[in-house]
């Protein structure tokens, strides 16, 4: 089950760039719903759920275009599939899977499985459909130099624009600094790993990497990276001439914030360790006392039964 459960949060940050399979569909039963720059298909019985995400998907367009520097466009599809076999159509691959949405950015083309077939919150089908709409955005900004984005920057600017961080990716980079070390970005530059475990510390890394950049570059220099890429300078290079230094003393400056944030010490000094133990701690005094008042009572029946004794003796 929990590998179900991780595959179904894994499978919701993919992207697929492919289209070979999206020629021919054909459109799924229902109706649809225009927004200023979504056409939304939906299976009937998921009128209210398709209109009342309308004003949020595009708040997120517009916001995630601002930042990517690109100008808002029309003409982008989101398809809400209630059944395995309507999400099929669009990419057989992933029929089966317990991927629960994907993007096909070069047809401008959302597929999700609805809350109630991927067995997920509407919290987080929105979260999906923001993480898809980032793919979406980036890939349209960096325009026909979508080969010069790197794989880890389009999903870890996917996940910080749906807040997809969870605490399994917080004990991911735990496990990465107490026994192994971080994957290269040079090796999840064009696919992720397909494990479980190794695909889900790509997408902590890639997030973690993305907010260190956000936080270190200035505003205008990290929003200046997508129009370098649209422009064919790779991303690497770019950021090499901002921080002056190779990228791979990039890499270790990174590590060390990791380090210092995730480590053994930062973690039995954070405050949810210190309010977890205070909570244990008095749990624990709760029961002592508990035990002490029942062992009173206990022994306060003992002298009941004593002095009823002796009272029964005296007066019998
Ligand atoms: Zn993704």
Request: aromatic share 12%; glycine share 6%.
């Amino acid at each position: 089950m929990k590998n179900a459960k991780l595959l179904l949060i894994v499978g919701a940050l993919v992207v697929v760039s492919a289209v070979a399979h999206s020629q021919n569909v054909t459109v799924m039963p229902g109706q649809s719903h225009q927004t200023a720059h979504f056409l939304i298909h939906y299976p009937r019985p998921l009128e209210g759920l398709a209109r009342s995400i309308a004003g949020t998907l595009e708040i997120a367009f517009l916001t995630t275009c601002n930042q990517m520097g690109t100008r808002p466009f029309g003409d982008n599809v989101i398809y809400i599939c209630d059944s395995d076999s309507d999400f099929r159509q669009f990419h057989p691959s992933v029929g089966d899977s317990w991927i629960t949405g994907f993007a096909i950015p070069m047809k401008r083309k959302i597929v999700v499985r609805s809350p109630s077939l991927a067995k997920t919150t509407r919290e987080q089908f929105i979260k999906t459909l923001r993480h898809e709409i980032s793919h979406l955005v980036l890939h349209h900004a960096v325009g026909k130099n979508v080969r010069l984005l790197p794989r880890w920057f389009d999903e870890g600017m996917a996940m910080i624009n749906a807040g997809q961080w969870e605490w399994l990716d917080s004990w991911s980079l735990f496990q990465m600094v107490i026994f192994s070390d971080p994957l290269p970005f040079s090796a999840i530059r064009d696919a992720f790993p397909s494990g479980a475990s190794e695909a889900r510390l790509a997408y902590a890394q890639s997030y973690n990497f993305c907010l260190f950049l956000q936080t270190t570059l200035k505003k205008q220099q990290f929003e200046a990276l997508v129009a370098g890429m649209r422009s064919g300078i790779p991303l690497g290079t770019q950021l090499e001439r901002l921080f002056g230094v190779p990228f791979a003393k990039i890499e270790k400056v990174w590590y060390e914030r990791v380090r210092d944030r995730y480590g053994v010490y930062p973690f039995l000094t954070s405050a949810g360790v210190f309010w977890f133990l205070l909570t244990i701690l008095m749990l624990v005094a709760y029961a002592r006392k508990r035990r002490a008042a029942r062992e009173r009572l206990a022994e306060m029946e003992a002298e009941d039964e004593f002095i009823d004794h002796v009272l029964d003796g005296k007066y019998h």
